[in-house]
Each structure stands twice: as C-alpha cells, then as structure tokens.
C-alpha cells in the first residue's frame, strides 16, 4: 500500500449535481496531483496542488476545482455534473525536491469511482 | 506537448515466460522521464519502473526491465517469468524534468493475460 487514501471508494450522482472527493496524502509528502480515467483510457491530469496553491492544470473546464490544506491534503470538487463525468478519479501525492533526485515518484491512492445518472 | 502511444490493447502470456509491452513517445522536451505503471482490477497504481532521458543504461527492477531507444522514441517494458499475478492493465506514462509540475501523461494501456 502507498499510504495515499481516497474516500468515498464508491460514488453515485445526477446530472447537475455537485460532489466533492477527498484525499489524504501520504506522510511527509507536499504534493497532490488528480487524475480522472474515464473506462478503457489511461488516466487524464486534471490539476496539481503544491503547499495549497493550484500548480498546473490540464485541458479541463472551471467546474473542475480544488483545494490542499495545510496538512497536504486535498479535495477535488466537481460542479454542475455531466455523464461524462463518470470515470474513475485518482489521486496522487509525491514530495516535490528540485534536486538530488531523479523524478518525483508519485503514490497512488485506490481511486474514488464517480457514476453520474 | 507529450504524447504515448500503446498499440497493443491485449497481451497474452504463458506463465514463466518473458513478454514485451511496447510503448512510443513523443515530447519536445530534452529532458524527461518514463515510467510504467500497473493497474490490477482494485483501481491502484503501481510504480514499477522508472528511466530518465539521460540515463545511458537501461533501467532494472527485479523481474522488470525498460528497453529504452531513444532515437526511436521507444520505453518498451519487459517482464522476464511471468507470474499469474502479473495479470493487469499496464500504462506507461512520461513527465517532464524534476523540479517543473511533474503531471504525468499516460497511454491508453495494455491488459496483460497470464495463463497456465
């Protein structure tokens, strides 16, 4: 297990409805990445937070929001929800450091997966 | 922008023997990094592998390995034995350097079968 929890693990909506999915990072770790994975696709970026500050955003609309706190973890909200919508939502938390290492190895957590009637 | 390609949807192997699960590339970038992911039915992302765009020899970790080509923009997974339990969907993804916004960019995966 990496330490990355996702919560709920299941999630039915309606259109038009809002939801909020949350994560808690693993120890230690600054930053939280989100990812949607629609079925059969591989997993898209949405947006990165880095100590409570949006850090990069992918190709996806306004309703699309979030929120680190100060404990590191995050909360992705979703607005006015679509049928496409319906994917499963990842999260991943990394310790960003700008040198003397490699990459920043992201952790995943379980996922949360978001049905929308 | 970067992009992955994996062309094979499906593989199928024989338990104890070696597969290769291919992946292409396409960035701008001089300096980046490859990764394969695993993703059993349950959801999670596993780490498996990593290569950065520098490094000379190809990457290993136990039974996995990363036949790096830069010239031909290839990262192709090898997994040496395969085990009953390799059985998953694997991704391969990319990044940009350390110290920019390390979103990684995925492709559409390939859904391994190991059988007896």
């Known amino acids: 297990e990496t330490g990355v929890t996702q919560s709920p693990t299941h999630l039915i909506k309606t259109r038009g409805q809002q939801v909020t999915l949350r994560c808690s990072s693993q120890?230690?770790?600054?930053?939280v990445s989100w990812y949607q994975q629609a079925l059969g696709q591989g997993p898209q970026f949405i947006f990165q937070y880095y100590r409570e500050e949006e850090n990069g955003r992918g190709n996806f609309p306004p309703r699309f929001s979030g929120l680190q706190f100060p404990n590191y973890s995050s909360e992705l909200n979703v607005n006015a929800l679509e049928l496409d919508d319906s994917a499963l939502y990842l999260c991943?938390?990394?310790?960003?450091?700008?040198?003397?290492?490699?990459?920043?190895?992201?952790?995943f957590g379980p996922g949360t997966r978001l049905t929308v009637l | 922008a970067q992009k992955i390609t994996q062309t094979q949807p499906g593989m199928f192997v024989q338990e104890k023997e070696a597969v290769t699960l291919d992946c292409t590339y396409d960035t701008s970038d001089q300096s980046y990094g490859l990764f394969w992911y695993k993703q059993p039915s349950s959801g999670e992302m596993i780490f498996l592998i990593y290569q950065g765009s520098y490094d000379e020899q190809n990457a290993t970790e136990g039974r996995y390995s990363l036949n790096f080509q830069k010239a031909r923009k290839s990262a192709n997974l090898v997994i040496s034995a395969s085990q009953l339990g390799d059985s998953a969907m694997y991704f391969c993804?990319?990044?940009?350097?350390?110290?920019?916004?390390?979103?990684?960019?995925f492709g559409t995966g390939t859904r391994l079968q190991v059988t007896l």
């Open positions: 991943a938390s990394s310790l960003r450091r700008t040198s003397g290492v490699p990459y920043n190895e992201q952790f």
């Open positions: 120890s230690g770790h600054n930053t």
């Open positions: 993804a990319m990044s940009r350097a350390t110290g920019t916004a390390s979103k990684l960019t």
